[in-house]
């Protein structure tokens, strides 16, 4: 076979990561038809662009394995804040919540109205959302998944009990509905009101149809503070019941009294992986994000308003200054500014980067693409990663970064044919220097583009060059190959 002369696009002169924990090699990259078409000495070669990436580390695109981008692919569909970064791939419909099935004319609880965005629809059936991302791709691929929480609402008239067993068959006929579309699982958030008071059984029944189809089960855990090694007892059980594959999500331990505790709940994880299929993501930051809580083991640290419907003049402020100048105490303050999301500073740094350094880790933003103030984890967590914590702290070595970001999360969600530089490979390519990549998303300025990060591709198209986006939106809906069963003896 003679290897074609001419490509789309040629990357020349960058040292290739690959995307499996390989170590690093010079080479030169051709793309031609939305693929990886050549790798090797390609210099005699020519294309209709060629990249010089002499000094540069070229990888492939990072995955997001944690995002709440499910409208945001619909509305802001440049997704500047992930292509900035050499994010190619996000999984959405995380933390219980997804985009759909929804009907138009419901109210949505917190946090379910994270995802409410100004222009954003409402989907009915799953497949209406695979399609609306089909029409107007965005320029990310995204793999979904249907939240449980969500089904909860459509489900059920009242959320503050356990389903019925009529409810429970609504939500598996939708669960199985959502599968059919093309969503890779479900997910959980039995830490959000609308699905406190689900049981493990609920949980195991309406995720049934999962079984036969290999899909995920994703949750964010109901307890990440005292009862974390609880949760991730229930969080196994559910896998092995249902013999399906787990991923915790955005694992952490919370609350000044646990610090330290990753020490005890890395080694259950990794216990566990022995028997069963178990992976997890974290996002490198000491403080988390979500909705605007008023519960005393989340306002006990600095709390950061993020957004707020009724008062938006209050996103960006410290919510004991809010208390202070209103003249209320701080539960008060943060039961006024409902609905909207919040920064809370709840963790140490030192189990922070104890997760992240455990082999088995992914990397996953938990973004959250509202409002003026989000967490600078939208903007900064992957060159966060690849600067502060693998260069600088030498956390671990920078092949071992990208294929966090990479081949290890496509092997985890079942993504085939990306997320590693080989020939045949969907052409999802991030040029980046590794000298000088980092985050500049701070708390007080989240909104910043990553330094470093030169090109990003998006299945062959160029999404993102000199600090700039290119307009193209070449994203595609990705769906999940489940691991291939073991050949009987
Ligand atoms: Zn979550
Ligand atoms: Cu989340």
Not at 66 to 89: E, Y
Not at 105 to 126: C, I, Q, S, T, Y
Not at 189 to 213: D, M, Q, W
Not at 461 to 469: Q, T
């Amino acid at each position: 076979m003679t290897r074609p002369l001419h490509y789309d696009i040629l990357i020349r002169g960058g040292t290739v990561i690959d995307g499996t924990k390989a170590p690093r090699f010079y080479a030169d990259l051709g793309i031609t038809g939305g693929h990886i078409a050549a790798i090797g000495h390609l210099e005699e070669c020519s294309a209709d662009e060629v990249i010089d990436a002499s000094g540069r580390i070229v990888a492939p695109g990072f995955i997001d394995a944690h995002t709440h981008d499910d409208m945001a692919l619909l509305v802001q569909p440049d997704m500047s804040f992930k292509i900035s970064q050499g994010v190619t791939t996000v999984i959405a419909g995380n933390c219980g919540i997804s985009a759909a099935p929804l009907r138009s004319d419901m109210e949505l609880p917190m946090p379910l109205n994270l995802l409410d965005a100004p222009g954003g629809k409402r989907f009915r059936h799953f497949a209406d959302y695979l399609a609306a991302l089909r029409e107007t791709p965005s320029a990310v691929n995204v793999a979904a998944m249907v939240g449980h929480s969500t089904l909860r609402v459509m489900a059920m008239e009242s959320l503050d009990r356990e389903a019925t067993a009529g409810e429970i068959g609504a939500m598996q006929a939708l669960v199985q509905e959502a599968l059919d579309a093309g969503a890779i699982g479900m997910s959980t958030g039995t830490f959000y009101p609308p699905s406190v008071k689900a049981t493990t059984e609920e949980i195991i029944e309406v995720g049934r149809p999962l079984t036969a189809s290999q899909g995920l089960y994703v949750t964010h855990m109901r307890d990440e503070a005292d009862q974390v090694m609880e949760s991730l007892d229930e969080t196994f059980r559910i896998g092995r019941e249902l013999g399906i594959p787990v991923v915790v999500s955005h694992h952490k331990v919370q609350n000044t009294p646990n610090f330290g505790r990753s020490a005890l709940t890395l080694p259950f994880i990794q216990e566990a992986m022995r028997h069963q299929c178990v992976s997890l993501d974290c996002y490198p930051y000491t403080a988390g994000s979500t909705m605007i809580r008023t519960d005393r083991g989340m306002l006990d640290g600095r709390v950061l308003i993020a957004s707020s419907t009724p008062h938006p003049e209050c996103a960006g402020r410290d919510l004991d200054d809010i208390a202070k100048e209103w003249g209320v105490a701080k539960d008060e303050a943060a039961r006024r500014l409902q609905p909207g999301s919040a920064i809370y500073f709840l963790m140490d740094e030192n189990d922070v980067q104890r997760i992240l350094a455990f082999d088995e880790t992914m990397i996953g933003s938990d973004g959250i693409p509202v409002g003026e103030s989000p967490h600078p984890r939208l903007w900064g967590t992957f060159p966060r990663v690849l600067g502060h914590y693998s260069r600088d702290l030498g956390l671990f070595p920078l092949e071992t970064a990208v294929w966090k970001m990479t081949g290890l999360t496509a092997r985890n969600f079942g993504l085939a044919g990306r997320s590693t530089l080989k020939v045949g490979q969907a052409a999802d390519v991030v040029v980046f220097d590794a000298a000088s990549v980092r985050d500049t998303a701070s708390y007080a300025a989240p909104i910043q583009a990553a330094a470093g990060i030169d090109t990003v591709i998006v299945n062959g198209v160029v999404a993102w060059r000199a600090g700039a986006h290119s307009g193209a939106r070449s994203g595609q809906v990705l769906t999940r190959t489940p691991p291939q069963p073991k050949e009987a003896p």
